[in-house]
């Protein structure tokens, strides 16, 4: 078989089969990751045996399920196209005479200060939480985390991100830097690195600052809530220094760690929410504090 006809294939494959080319690069781009982060953490002296847990295979679904473009094409897509339809006549275009450089670093820092504001009440308003613990429910954190959020989160955070920044008048591409730069820092941050930036540990995300955010200590949980910027979180009062925590998650939902099981959970912690009785942890195995 020539290269001719090999590019062919894949070229007839790509055209053909979407969705599977996506998942296939997803695939390709999460070894990258993994071979990257597993290389980074071997060096560092991190916990290699959390590679082999199922937990890590579960945040490797939702990995697969959001890079291989499953829920753009089902969920995200259709939802905001619907949005978009009402947009338009909601442009301030606030920011549209500003030169574009200046203009970008403005929409990104309202961006990543949007994302901070958001993130704080997803830890505060039971319904929101009910959603956002899913990602704070793993014990076992890796890269892969990352990907760890429920279908529903990102259609949530997506349309109170995007209403305010369309306000400001910013073009849909904006979104794409943001995207791709907050995709690989969340890599990063969720590694098990003792990585503090020195001196930039106030103003960068870094693991250690992150790993804080997933300990499963709510004092510690409910702070560190910076996306890129940890300045927020110092400008703010929400900001925690020290190690990585010794343990990760919610407390009483160990053991159940499975894509399905974590996509019911925060339906039944909201039935329990509507019923009035207090509010189970993130599966229902056990009762955490009411948020
Ligand atoms: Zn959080
Ligand atoms: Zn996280």
């Not at 089902?74 to 196209?81: G, K, M």
């Not at 305010?164 to 907050?182: H, S, T």
């Not at 870094?206 to 110092?234: C, K, M, T």
């Amino acid at each position: 078989m020539t290269m001719a006809t090999v590019l062919d294939i894949v070229s007839e494959i790509r055209s053909d089969f979407p969705l599977i080319w996506d998942i296939a690069s997803a695939f390709a781009g999460l070894m990258v990751l993994f071979v990257v982060v597993f290389g980074l953490e071997r060096r560092g002296g991190g916990n290699l045996r959390r590679f082999k847990t199922r937990n890590f295979l579960t945040d490797s679904l939702y990995a697969l399920f959001y890079q291989g473009g499953i829920h753009n094409r089902f969920l995200y897509v259709p939802v905001f196209a619907v949005v978009a339809l009402v947009m338009p006549s909601w442009h301030l275009d606030l920011i549209g005479q500003l030169p574009p450089p200046l203009r970008f670093v403005v929409f990104w820092l309202v961006a990543d200060a949007l994302g901070y504001w958001i993130h704080r009440w997803q830890h505060n308003n039971a319904f929101l939480w009910s959603f956002h613990s899913v990602h704070h429910s793993q014990t076992c954190v890796t890269f892969a985390t990352t990907y760890r959020n429920h279908i529903v989160d990102p259609l949530i955070t997506g349309f109170l991100t995007y209403v305010p920044l369309m306000l400001l008048g910013a073009p849909n591409w904006y979104f794409a830097p943001v995207v791709m730069l907050q995709v690989l820092f969340d890599a990063v941050k969720h590694s098990d690195l003792k990585w503090r930036y020195g001196r930039l540990y106030p103003i960068i995300v870094s693991p250690v600052f992150h790993g804080i955010h997933h300990s499963s200590e709510r004092i510690e949980h409910d702070s560190n809530y910076g996306g890129i910027l940890a300045v927020w979180d110092y400008l703010f009062g929400t900001m925690s220094v020290g190690e990585r925590p010794a343990a990760y998650g919610v407390p009483g939902i160990e053991g159940r760690d499975t894509f399905w099981g974590t996509f019911i959970a925060p339906f039944r912690q909201l039935k329990k929410l509507l019923r009035g009785e207090p509010v189970a942890s993130v599966d229902g195995a056990g009762v955490s504090e009411q948020r």
